[in-house]
């Protein structure tokens, strides 16, 4: 498929994304536009992505089973769609295959049903991982851990020991390409090399890299070959229900889907079952059609403009993010402080200021600056507890507390994060309302205009003038 590169056009991508200029209600009255910091959570959709999707619709059928035109149209561009997936992140796909899950979350857990993992073996993994990529090894086998140095990068000299100590019990080194929490990316063609001498195969959780970055699985004979892939489309414009996972067709099909069903065989009797092929037999149900549309019309948006482009306007903006940042007086960055060396990160930055607990400030920044940030843990609570620097007593004392059904004084950061539509104004928005709420913290104003729920451990405004509920109906 020939696509033309248009090259990266940073006020046009700014402008197909879908509610760009929407303005949101603030606490003391007025409105400002939104400034979306919070593209490691989701991104906005953008609007050739919603436009496809429309188009789409007059055709839009059921897959793979209808013989009516518009169910043979609906299985075409379904199928194309892993074929779309598949070059985006240069998959041979003769010998892998692109599986349409939900999301990241599900990918992973389709791989630790299916690597066939018994009692016994263990998964490597980082101490950096979302919970995604932790708990399905935990339940499936057992995890060790990799561990990362003070500031929260891979120590690779420990992952290659744990391999080495653990020898044949490990089936998988599982790694994220970028930290949701610091941004840091890992080497994972290194990783990947050296788990492959060590005859252990890789996942990659994409989550935080794929978007971001240009993404090459390389060819399976390739020391730094990827041999899973797994990433959302909700984190790359397209958030209509899909994620991703590739893997190896003998991984496939080898034993039963998890998952059974509908769509998944070609012949059942009573008696026995002959499993379809790939990736039929791994996409039970009927399958999502229109967030493949999206998710395949996003990659050739993406595409267009150049995944180095992207990666390389992130870049600017996250130094530029990162010098400001470091100019704001009682502001702590987590992980690479230095605007400088931006080579191995994404634009995923974490922060706490002196004093204002993180969840303060994320409130302060929405509804006093129209600001969107996330605050807390992230999903990444080990790794948290790490940068944090939490000692195993204050842990237990949390764990108590929260116990008790009080989250109030939970440790966390906020965080900001970054994608390639934000701009150096978006940080400029982003300081000016940090200073503005250490004003109000220093004059007693923030305290006097935020509740704290102990249940949640959310901050509210006390006097909202326009509530969410307001805005949005359903009917
Ligand atoms: C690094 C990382 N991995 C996995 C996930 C899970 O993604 P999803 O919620 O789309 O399943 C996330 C989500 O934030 C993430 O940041």
């Known amino acids: ?21 929407k303005k949101v209600p603030l606490a003391g009255g007025g409105y400002a ?30 897959v793979h089973r209808g013989t009516g035109f518009k169910s043979q149209v609906s299985t075409h561009v379904y199928d194309e769609a892993h074929e779309v997936v598949g070059s985006f ?127 090459d699985i390389k060819p399976d004979d390739h020391p730094e070959h990827i041999d899973y892939l797994v990433f959302s489309a909700h984190k790359m414009y397209a958030p209509f229900g899909t994620g991703v996972l590739i893997g190896p067709k003998r991984t496939f099909l080898t034993g039963a889907p998890e998952y059974t069903g509908g769509g998944t065989v070609n012949i059942v009797t ?49 130094s530029y993010a990162l010098k400001r940042l470091g100019e704001v007086k009682g502001l702590r960055v987590y992980g690479e402080t230095d605007p400088n060396r931006t080579g191995n990160r994404v634009g995923v930055i974490t922060f706490n200021l002196d004093g204002i607990p993180h969840g303060l400030v994320a409130a302060a920044l929405a509804w006093e600056g129209g600001i969107a940030v996330r605050n807390g843990c992230f999903c990444a609570q080990p790794y948290m507890l790490h940068l944090l620097g939490l000692n195993p007593q204050q842990l237990s004392r ?25 701009n150096k104004k978006d940080i400029d928005r982003l300081i000016e309302c940090l200073e503005k709420i250490k004003t109000m913290s220093r004059s007693g104003e923030l305290a006097k205009r935020y509740a704290l729920c102990r249940e949640t451990g959310a901050y509210y405004p006390r006097d909202v003038k326009v509530h969410p509920k307001e805005v949005f109906k359903l009917e």
């Open 33 to 62: 536009s939104y400034v979306n910091l919070d593209n490691a959570a989701s991104t906005p959709v953008l609007r050739p992505v919603l436009d496809k999707v429309i188009e789409f619709m007059d055709w839009y059928s059921s």
């Open 89 to 215: 992140v240069k998959a041979d796909l003769s010998s892998n295959c692109v599986i349409f899950v939900k999301n990241a979350t599900e990918a992973v857990n389709k791989v630790s049903y299916r690597l066939g993992l018994a009692k016994g073996d263990l998964v490597l993994t980082t101490m950096m991982e979302h919970h995604s990529n932790d708990l399905p090894w935990r339940s499936k086998a057992a995890a060790v851990y990799a561990g990362v140095d003070r500031r929260g990068a891979l120590d690779l000299d420990d992952l290659e020991t744990k391999l080495r100590q653990y020898g044949r019990r490990i089936k998988l080194v599982s790694v994220s390409g970028a930290s949701n929490v610091t941004g840091f990316k890992n080497d994972v063609g290194s990783i990947a090399a050296i788990a492959h001498r060590a005859g252990v195969p890789i996942l990659v959780d994409g989550a935080q890299l794929v978007p971001h970055s240009p993404v």
């Open 398 to 422: 949390l764990i108590h507390k929260k116990r008790a059904g009080d989250l109030s004084g939970i440790p966390g950061m906020v965080r900001v994060s970054l994608a390639a539509y934000n």
């Open 270 to 318: 009573p008696e026995t079952v002959e499993w379809a092929g790939l990736p039929d037999r791994e996409e039970a149900g009927s399958p999502n059609v229109v967030g493949a549309v999206a998710l395949a019309s996003a990659i050739q948006y993406l595409q267009r403009q150049g995944m180095r482009n992207i990666e390389n306007h992130e870049r600017t903006v996250t």
């Open 1 to 21: 498929m020939f696509l033309k590169r248009e090259g990266f056009n940073h006020a046009r991508f700014r402008r197909d994304i879908v509610g760009i200029d």
